[in-house]
């Protein structure tokens, strides 16, 4: 097979094991960040398979239109919202997407990287970082843990990981979600807000761990926003999605929350400082290392390439659209 593999930026799959498991396949990786389609079909134009790492710049009927040659999509991770799935059984292309038997290892990483934007931001680190290099001493007073109060919005597997270190700096730990995970966070022990709106006034730190779906989608909305302290932080971590789109921008502006630290954008990736959070002093912005750790890369590309064999062998497995098989 020819195979393409899309925004690895870091350059990670020709250094992970299972590359060297496509021996006798053509291989061709790219690395460069883009929001362009055209760039997916210049990249992919010739490939019979195409392997998406995470979930980037939309795969539309129009881009698949424009590649007659591809017949598979191997998908890193579960997550197929931004493929056309209807579009790839119309034009007889399987897609298979798992997190694997080690589906749990970008949880961990998502929730150490949660922790590491909220002592960030409660310290100002980035700020004094940069100042320190310039030849100046520290000018800011930081926030401390102890003692305040941690808002967990959906006690999954992020959620409950980002509570539990929460409880251990000895914070207060306010947790709220649908009925799942307000079972579950009562099985831990953790106290539940009365109220939706008790949750967002109460909390110093809001963390989001919520799934981007059409469920989701605007789900933290304006006014949520506006019932934070001036003194709170919002964490997202997880979609941008899910919080009201323009609202966290408004916010930040209206100065409820005081400040935001963020690893997800509307669109992925983020090019030429274009998102309006880069602009402002009191949003802390990463572009999306939620995921990006050498462990996480390791497992996910090598389900990415179970997949591939899978198919060349013709006995495809974590089939998404199962009408395909049928139809084979």
Request: glycine letters at 8%.
């Amino acid at each position: 097979m020819r195979i393409a593999v899309i925004h690895d930026y870091a350059d990670v799959f020709r250094r992970t094991a299972a590359f060297a498991r496509l021996a006798g396949h053509t291989v061709i990786v790219h690395n460069d960040a883009y929001i362009d389609a055209d760039r997916v079909v210049d990249q992919v134009a010739g490939c019979d398979a195409l392997v998406s790492t995470q979930q980037r710049v939309p795969i539309t009927r129009s881009i698949l239109e424009r590649l007659p040659a591809l017949r598979f999509i191997s998908q890193t991770g579960k997550n197929v919202n931004h493929l056309d799935i209807e579009a790839c059984t119309d034009h007889d292309i399987v897609v298979s997407a798992s997190g694997g038997a080690d589906g749990k290892s970008p949880y961990s990483a998502t929730a150490e990287l949660t922790w590491g934007l909220i002592i960030a931001s409660l310290r100002s680190m980035p700020f004094e970082i940069a100042h320190f290099k310039q030849g100046h001493w520290h000018s800011t007073v930081g926030t401390r843990l102890a003692g305040a109060t941690l808002g967990v919005y959906a006690f999954g597997h992020i959620g409950s990981a980002v509570a539990r270190v929460g409880r251990a700096f000895g914070m207060n730990v306010l947790c709220w979600g649908r009925d799942h995970s307000v079972v579950q966070a009562r099985a831990e022990k953790f106290n539940v807000a009365t109220s939706r709106e008790v949750f967002f006034e109460s909390a110093d730190i809001v963390t989001l761990h919520l799934p981007g779906n059409t469920a989701t989608r605007g789900l933290v909305t304006r006014a949520d926003l506006a019932r934070m302290k001036p003194s709170s932080l919002l964490v997202n971590t997880s979609r941008a999605s899910i919080i009201e789109e323009g609202a966290l921008v408004e916010a930040l502006r209206a100065g409820r929350p005081g400040r935001a630290a963020v690893d997800v954008y509307e669109q992925e990736p983020v090019v030429g400082a274009s998102h309006p959070l880069l602009a402002m002093d009191n949003a802390l912005c990463t572009p999306h290392l939620g995921y990006a750790d050498s462990h996480g890369y390791e497992t996910m590309y090598n389900h990415a390439v179970d997949q591939l064999l899978a198919f060349a062998a013709g006995r495809p497995i974590n089939v998404v659209n199962v009408e395909m098989l049928a139809s084979r």
